[in-house]
Nanobody, 124 residues
Framework: QVQLVESGGGLVQAGGSLRLSCVAS????????MGWFRQAPGKEREFVAA????????NYADSVKGRFTISRDNAKNTVYLQMDSLKPEDTADYSC?????????????????WGQGTQVTVSS
């Protein structure tokens, strides 16, 4: 059983930056693809970014390409989401997810484990 704990959310002005972290425990982190998803009030869960378990493949939603960067540190069992040039429409609850031997899918149902989420609020 893999446990995921996110941190780093908060309130930031438009144009600012935040870095989210997600620490995993209970599994072999390097064998999991890691993804970030977000959900705003009244909206469906939305894919943000993902990192495959091998080969260093990354995948981004069009809405965040060029602004967000996903990275992972297998030695620290941690995946990061660097968010720059934030916009009010980026406001959401951000969750990380893990998929055993995953390719970095953008589909939430491909992920086996989920964190509780961390709130990001971008003011205009």
């Amino acid at each position: 059983q893999v446990q995921l704990v996110e941190s780093g959310g908060g309130l930031v002005q438009a144009g600012g930056s935040l870095r989210l972290s997600c620490v995993a425990s209970g599994g072999t982190f390097s064998r999991y693809a890691m993804g970030w998803f977000r959900q705003a009030p009244g909206k469906e869960r939305e894919f943000v970014a993902a990192f495959s378990w091998s080969g260093g493949r990354t995948n981004y939603a069009d809405s965040v390409k060029g602004r967000f960067t996903i990275s992972r540190d297998n030695a620290k069992n941690t995946v990061y989401l660097q968010m720059d040039s934030l916009k009010p429409e980026d406001t959401a609850d951000y969750s990380c997810a893990a998929a055993a031997l995953g390719s970095g899918s953008s589909y939430f149902y491909d992920y086996n484990y989920w964190g509780q989420g961390t709130q990001v609020t971008v003011s205009s």
